[in-house]
């Protein structure tokens, strides 16, 4: 499935490292999301961006900063991580109209910190 | 408070046999439900939805699940395990039509023995 790309794939990283994770949405949905799964540990919504506005921050640390230019692209920002913040990263979209719409997920950044 | 509960962390079954994966969501509006799957190193694929039509849901893969509101169950079924079924199922909570308030559970383990 090809309707949301994220990249890099894999990414290692130091405590002290800068990097971004990318997502790009190919289905002209307006709403992006990230996510961060952590072994036994249910998904954590982290930040919601509706129309390219932030809707949503679950008291994410601010070493995670994201950014959405447009409707189709979302980043992630990473500085000064720590080795608890290795997981795997899903961005996914959706179309927001009656608030029951489904998300569809990108394949995930696997993060690990050093 | 609103929840969902996959009542099992690993369910093993042997190729050729039903599936069942169970889930229990606590809620005190109607809600939207889904079941995604999450092959190794892949992200979250859609499996099925239901969204307040028809209580038997048809999904991919012959999969199928029953909203049942008496007993606000959300089962997964297969009447017979493929090995490629062999991933982590999670079942998800989409709660009073708000955009983002995605509730996921634990995640479920599949393994299918030959």
Known sequence: ?114 | AQSVTQLDSHVSVSEGTPVLLRCNYSSSYSPSLFWYVQHPNKGLQLLLKYTSAATLVKGINGFEAEFKKSETSFHLTKPSAHMSDAAEYFCVVLFGGSQGNLIFGKGTKLSVKP
Do not use: I
């Open chain 1, 1 to 114: 499935e090809t309707g949301v790309t994220q990249t890099p794939r894999h990414l290692v990283m130091g405590m002290t490292n800068k990097k971004s994770l990318k997502c790009e949405q190919h289905l002209g949905h307006n709403a992006m999301y990230w996510y961060k799964q952590s072994a036994k540990k249910p998904l954590e919504l982290m930040f919601v961006y509706n129309f390219k506005e932030q809707t949503e921050n679950n008291s994410v640390p601010s070493r995670f900063s994201p950014e959405c230019p447009n409707s189709s692209h979302l980043f992630l920002h990473l500085h000064t991580l720590q080795p608890e913040d290795s997981a795997l990263y899903l961005c996914a979209s959706s179309q927001v109209l009656s608030g029951k719409e489904t998300q569809y997920f990108g394949p995930g950044t696997r993060l690990l910190v050093l």
